[in-house]
């Protein structure tokens, strides 16, 4: 077998062309256990785990091969800041029996000068580590070279502090979004489904050479000659001038403009990308019935529903709900 990434011989393995975490289910069996394991972890794994694709992985409840899917809470736990307060650090966790967020106060400490003028030294923590303030006092004590007090004087001591309630505290957190590699995994998708869709021969092709290289490159800076070919799904045309955006699907397709081949993929309604394949029509299209190897697929990522039909059969179809509902696209994709 001829790998399609790094062209050596080598044994097969199975390839998700929309990854499998994110719902797809098209697959290729011309990928080699090498490439597939680097680009998987390093390229499919920045798409699949990408913030606003987590997200949406959170709320359809897609696993892919961890057999676990995102949580919904999960940006939000951690460490944050209490806004509005000196004493401003906080840890939030998820309480699974309540299904709420809950936040605790961390521990904080500053130098103060009491009422009668003299220093002191003012301790902060959640209300419900306060069977915890005996040893933070000794604790204080100790580090600033003062006597242990008596079991009596910390007693009495441990009974000095005032509870305050913060009703429907802000928190703020700070979200990290990488997109390193995020554009590499879409010109994978829209290289292996050109490959599928156009066959043996794509491998040769000079632009199929150019697109494999730009997606295997470990440089970050080896897909941006197509950045400006990835869009914002709810602005590329290429799309929402055909088929209304759902949140759980897939779509991809391929066509023949002024002489050139190109394939379209939308991630959900998220990310889509068109991208030309190839320059050369010539080698794959012959004749007319050749046209059938343009391909048009819809993935439904939660149920697994998948159309996968020539695109002039997607295009009959959109043709036929102009003439019943008498008005241009934008309609429903077929799912």
């Known amino acids: 077998m001829r790998c399609i990434f790094c ?32 680009l998987g972890s390093r390229v499919d794994a920045a798409l699949c785990n990408f913030l606003p694709i987590r997200a949406r992985r959170a709320k359809l409840g897609l696993a892919g091969n961890s057999g676990t ?12 800041k209490l806004v509005g307060e000196t004493a401003d650090r906080i840890q939030t ?17 500053s130098d103060v000068v009491l009422p009668n003028g003299q220093k ?5 923590i959640d209300l419900r580590d306060k069977d915890q303030i005996p040893k933070i006092i000794q604790r204080e004590r100790k580090r600033h070279n003062l006597p242990p007090l008596s079991d009596e004087q910390l007693a009495i001591e441990a009974q000095n502090f005032t509870a305050k309630t913060i009703e429907r505290p ?11 590699y995020l554009q590499h995994a879409m010109l994978k998708i829209v290289y292996e489904l050109a490959f599928l869709w156009l066959g043996e021969s794509y491998l040769d092709d000079p632009l199929a050479a150019k697109l494999r290289a730009a997606v295997i490159s470990k440089d970050l800076a080896s897909a941006d000659e197509y950045a400006a070919n990835i869009f914002d799904a709810r602005e590329c045309k290429v799309f929402s001038d055909f088929w209304t955006p759902h949140e759980g699907h897939h779509l991809a397709y391929a066509s ?41 697929l819809a ?15 997607e295009s009959r179809r959109i043709a036929e709900m102009m003439t019943a509902e008498r008005r241009k696209p934008p309609f429903a994709d077929p799912l």
């Open 7 to 38: 062209s050596n011989e080598g044994p097969p393995s199975l390839e998700h062309v929309f990854p499998s975490a994110i719902g797809g289910t098209i697959t290729t069996d011309r990928v080699c256990a090498s490439c597939n394991s680097e």
């Open 299 to 313: 993935i439904d990522s939660v149920s697994g529903k998948t159309i996968h039909t020539p695109f002039e059969t």
């Open 69 to 80: 899917a995102p949580e919904w809470y999960e940006i939000f736990l951690g460490d944050g």
């Open 93 to 109: 966790t998820f309480d699974k029996a309540t299904g709420k967020l809950v936040h605790r106060q961390l521990h904080h400490a």
């Open 170 to 180: 802000l928190v703020m957190v700070n979200l990290e979004a990488s997109f390193a």
């Open 120 to 124: 002191g030294r003012q301790i902060t």
């Open 256 to 296: 023949l403009v002024a002489g050139k081949v190109i394939v379209a993929i939308r991630v959900f309604d998220l990310y889509a990308a068109g991208v030309i394949v190839s320059e050369e029509p010539d080698r794959y299209f012959r004749n007319h019935s050749d046209l059938t190897k343009l391909g048009f």
